[in-house]
């Protein structure tokens, strides 16, 4: 159980073009979702907290105009990387809270040209 | 501010060797730590541990927690090069948003 699948795996776009990645959990609900991104060589640094029917929290210094989050439903997160730049190349991971454990999906590397 | 503290950063055992990592943190309110594995995707957990001195294990792997001195172990026994990854150290003080903070990781590398 706790299975969290995050789609695509691997992307690539140019430069101004907007990506959405999808974050679902499968086999439970889960009221709050999280997304990551990650460097390489880097632990996870948090982006913003999820959560469902209402406004993502964000981190700070993260930008919620370029970073569009939307929990819509108990399994389903989305993270939508808007007017992409090289910059924003990255490996980008969900994960879903389940009673205090978050179970994570396989993430989504971009690769912005 | 909250952190956790991975060691070592990096550790290279042969085949067989036990190891353990180690996990400082210092939080305002303490919830739980967890330990992930993460290979070349995303993490996958391992343990949470929510009270002190309370091992929690599973097959060659196991944990422990020590509130008073705020740290946990990870001990891994007879080491394959499966067990090669990197393991993340999280801890949720976060006064119920879910949210963790995560150790810098400790890279494991075990030689055949």
């Known amino acids: 159980g706790a299975v969290v699948s995050q789609h695509p795996s691997w992307v690539i776009c140019k430069s101004g073009t907007s990506v959405k990645i999808e974050c679902r959990s499968l086999?439970?609900?889960?009221?709050?979702m999280f997304w990551y991104r990650q460097f390489p060589k880097q632990s996870l640094m948090l982006m913003a907290t999820?959560?469902?029917?209402?406004?993502?929290?964000?981190e700070q210094g993260v930008e919620k105009d370029k970073f569009l989050i939307n929990h819509a439903s108990l399994t389903l997160s989305t993270l939508t990387v808007t007017s992409a730049h090289p910059e924003d190349s990255s490996f980008y991971i969900c994960?879903?809270?389940?009673?205090?454990?978050?179970?994570f999906g396989a993430g989504t590397r971009l690769s912005v040209l | 501010e909250d952190k956790v503290v991975q060691s070592p950063l990096s550790l290279v055992v042969h085949e067989g060797d036990t190891v353990t990592l180690n996990c400082s943190y210092e939080?305002?309110?303490?919830?739980?730590l967890l330990w992930y594995k993460q290979e070349k995707k995303a993490p996958t957990f391992l343990f949470m541990l929510?009270?002190?001195?309370i091992e929690k294990k599973s097959g060659r792997l196991s944990s422990i927690l020590d509130k008073k001195e705020l740290f946990s172990i990870l001990n891994i026994t007879a080491t394959q090069t499966g067990d090669s990854a990197i393991y993340l150290c999280?801890?949720?003080?976060?006064?119920?948003?879910?949210?963790?903070?995560f150790g810098q990781g400790t890279t494991l590398q075990v030689k055949p």
């Open positions: 999820s959560n469902e029917g209402s406004k993502a929290t964000y």
């Open positions: 929510t009270s002190s001195g």
């Open positions: 939080v305002t309110n303490f919830r739980s």
């Open positions: 999280a801890v949720d003080g976060s006064s119920n948003t879910g949210k963790l903070i």
């Open positions: 994960s879903a809270d389940r009673v205090g454990i978050q179970y």
């Open positions: 086999d439970f609900q889960a009221t709050t």
